[in-house]
């Protein structure tokens, strides 16, 4: 469904992710985990369209996307969960959600709300609270809720684990595994390798803005580099 | 008493117009970050369209011929010149639009020369008396059309179309990921913007008469009230500038018609000394 070959992007005339191929395939959730620095951010950055493809290609359905505005490709059904989060801090929970709902296919706006509130119970406590005055796990539930309810075919998390407690990032990645059970596709990059496993089917371990290993979380388990770099003291047990 | 109420009256109107180009500063700037000093030639060419140039067509055509132009003017300046270069450097744009409004001015000046020229009022010459205030209809239509175009601003803020605009002046890029349109909104406010630049020319012209400089103080003095104010949002940019408005007219009828214009610039050096955010607005709220 989304595929990236050979992709160079940067800021500006600066390139940080070299010749970089990764795909998604339909209803298929894959990760992306590196090292701090190693491009992620950038990789989705310019997937949503934020900043430029300097060389290779970005296609949707087979289709060249990468000259699309950021809105364009949002309106194909990309929706992104950025890092930072990115409420708008002067919208209500309640705004926030209906200016997600309301820019794709008017319909069912009432409807697709309730359910990110059924999804998020604590969003749903806090509906015309000022989203800027959410903790930050409360505006990590209110940035996946926001994706969500546009019913995107692609949703694209930058760190999904990230200020969320425990008890409520496995919730969350497992209400994520279901709707790619579902039929949503998902590209998540997450520091915590062994979310991403359980959440993934697939996946790829980036360095210094390229794929240096891809494969199944099953063939990924195997390889030192990933135990080496992620799975570390977590990942004993599992 | 009655001085008082007379001067009061005449401070809103004054303040109204400062505040119709305040608010068109605001409306840009909450949106881009970007603060468009044509605005008040764009006025001015208004008002030489609707009382100078075309004196042969109906009043009607010449009011919104004046509208018209004032919409294409800002939003071609900004789709062909201010934007590009705003990308790169904020402050350059803000002076290039300081600049295109010179060179609107010297090209006004060129085909109708600088002599100040009058302008008759639409709404006629007649006087008001209520009570012990006694108002031009020109004064009373100026209030009536603010009040208006005010009140359209609030309702197209409240609307779903202004969720998504009060939306995009908070995070720009995540409502364009969103899939909101961002450069066509951006657009859309440029028109907007030109709209209240028109009505502010048109209703200018009567009170102080055409002149083709007229629009470079109107442009200064309005982004005076609007840092009064608050340029971070609309409402506090607009009340800066009625207030500005009051200040200047109580201040010339009390203290001293000559300086009035030394006063403005002395509270524009206090407010930014002062407070820089304006006087209702919050740190936070503005960006720089
Ligand atoms: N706006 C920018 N301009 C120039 N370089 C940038 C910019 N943002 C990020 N970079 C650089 O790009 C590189 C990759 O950054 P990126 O944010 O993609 O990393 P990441 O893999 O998401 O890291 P993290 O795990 O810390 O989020 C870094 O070296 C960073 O310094
Ligand atoms: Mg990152």
Redesign the interface.
Known sequence: MLELKNARIGYGPVSVVHDLTISVGASEAVFLVGPNGAGKSTTLRGI?G?NPLLGGSITWEGKDISKL???ER??LGI??V?EGR?V????SVL??L???A???PNTRVKERIESIFDRFPRLAGRRSQQAGLLSGGEQQMLAIG?ALV?EPRLLVIDELSLGLAPVIYQQVGESVRDLARDGLSVLLVEQNAVLAMKICSRGYLLSRGTAVLEGTVEELKTKSEMRELYLGGLGKGN | METFVQLIAAGLVTGTIYALIAAGYAVLYTATGFVNFALGAQAMIGGYLTYVFLPELPLIVRVLLAIVVSILVSVASWAFFYRQVAEKDMLSAVIMSFGFSIVMAEFVRIIAGGIPLPAESPFGSGVQQIGILSISNHSMAVLVVGIVLFAALALVFRSRGGMSIRAMFQDKEMAETLGIPTNRVVIGLFALSGVFAAAAGILTGPILSMSPHMGTSLALIAFVGAILGGLGRISTAIIGAIMLGLLETLFAGYVSQDYRTTLVFAVFILVLIVRPAGVFGSKTKVKV
């Open positions: 949503i934020h505005a950021p809105h949002a309106r929706a992104l950025p990115h708008f801090p002067q919208l705004e926030n209906e200016v997600a309301r820019v794709g926001r546009q």
